[in-house]
């Protein structure tokens, strides 16, 4: 199953015996990613949680490795290939 992908959501219910899970998370930003994690909660009582982050609602600074910009992507595979930029962030702009 690719995370995001056209499966994402048929997957996670077939894995859920058609109920869907009871909490998801989203933390790209990424439209067609936000529906997803909305569409494979649990009907009725499922959670889903995105964007709280950039509210300020949740501290995932102590879970980063790395902060790194886009003129840094090599950096980032480097980091991942060492074992060691497993949770690396790419700030844009």
Do not use: K, N
């Not at 994690?37 to 300020?56: D, I, K, P, Q």
């Not at 879970?63 to 790194?68: A, M, P």
């Amino acid at each position: 199953m690719q995370l995001g992908g056209p499966d994402t959501v048929e997957s996670i219910l077939g894995q859920t015996g058609g109920f869907g899970a009871d909490y998801t998370f989203e933390a790209t930003g990424i439209a067609a990613v936000m529906r997803h994690a909305v569409e494979s909660a649990r009907m009725g009582w499922g959670l889903c949680t995105f964007h709280r982050w950039m509210a300020g609602d949740l501290d995932l600074q102590p879970f980063l490795s790395h902060e790194l910009t886009l003129d840094e992507v090599d950096r980032g595979f480097e980091l991942m290939e060492a074992q060691d930029g497993i949770r690396s962030v790419i700030r844009f702009g």
